[in-house]
């Protein structure tokens, strides 16, 4: 056995990790709480990413179109 380098024990040094995006999902609006759009078949939790003609869940592939009748 040869000497070993020294490794450094104890706490980790924190890292300041970005909050998940997920968050910016739900916007508080006169006290009250609004969701994004969420996934059908993935249930609350997922949420759909929003095109200017669809919403697509990003987990299962579901596509919503949304008509634009305008
Ligand atoms: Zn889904």
Do not use: W
């Amino acid at each position: 056995m040869g000497v070993k380098k020294s490794v450094k024990k104890g706490k980790k040094p924190h890292k300041n990790n970005k909050p998940s995006q997920r968050y910016k999902k739900y916007t508080l609006e006169d006290g009250k709480l609004k969701r994004a759009p969420t996934c059908p078949r993935c249930g609350p939790g997922i949420f759909l990413m929003v095109a200017k003609d669809r919403v697509y869940c990003g987990k299962c592939h579901y596509t919503e179109f949304t008509q634009n009748n305008n």
